[in-house]
């Protein structure tokens, strides 16, 4: 195994730190879901990713694709709203990306998360600018794609794709909300960071906390 794929053990363990991330966050995402949406993103997202850890408990990776469409399942169905579905649907597309495959290099990562994100627009109907989770996604499948085509060493790529999400989740804060329950304050949803971009930051950003160890010894990790 080289030291620029991500293995299907390494993906169970994203799987494992992003379920983690939004139970610490559980209350945070909810709080900002309470000031324009219904206040229930962070239970949700919560309820199904503990949903997903018991399913995949045993699971040994070998199939990156099959993981990936198990969580997406698993979030459709146990999270109802918006967010299940659309996060369902990520997962789902981004499997269906990578089917068959027990390692990804970074190419292989960088079309998973624009399938991913093709999914959730095709679903939902946002575009960038509409204050959604898209507006996460966007820029860190750009960054990954930019870097991908530069070569770029995968945890440099996979540390942009994170910084990037941070930003368009910050830039979320002025937009007026399009799409999604946020959309039915109209002006009033300008000036609060869009919960759905805020877990989707959160993603990106455990995937380079967990992906840049991605292949080493494990004797070599920091966070073990
Ligand atoms: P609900 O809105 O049903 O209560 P959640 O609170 O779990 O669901 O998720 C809200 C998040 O879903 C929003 O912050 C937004 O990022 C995202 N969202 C809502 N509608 C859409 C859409 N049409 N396209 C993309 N993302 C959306
Ligand atoms: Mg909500």
Known sequence: MSDSTISGADVVRW???????????????TQLDSAIGDGDHGTNMNRGMSAVIEKLDGATGDDVGGLLKTVGMTLVSKVGGAGGPLYGTLFMQMGAATTGKSDLAMG?????????????????????????????????AEALSKAAAAAASLSDALRS????????????????????????????????????????????????DTFADAGRPRADRKNE
């Open 108 to 140: 292989d990562w960088a079309k998973a998360v624009d399938a991913g994100l093709k999914g959730v627009q095709a679903r939902g109907k946002a575009e960038p600018g509409d204050k959604t989770m898209i507006d996460a996604l966007t820029p860190a």
């Open 15 to 29: 799987i494992q730190v992003y379920a983690s991330t939004i139970a610490e966050n559980r209350d945070y995402l």
């Open 161 to 208: 794709a994170a910084q990037a999400a941070e930003e368009g989740m910050k830039a979320t804060i002025p937009l007026v909300a399009r799409k999604g329950r946020a959309s039915y304050l109209g002006e009033r949803s300008a000036g609060h960071q869009d919960p759905g971009a805020t877990s989707s930051f959160l993603l990106m950003k455990t995937a380079a």
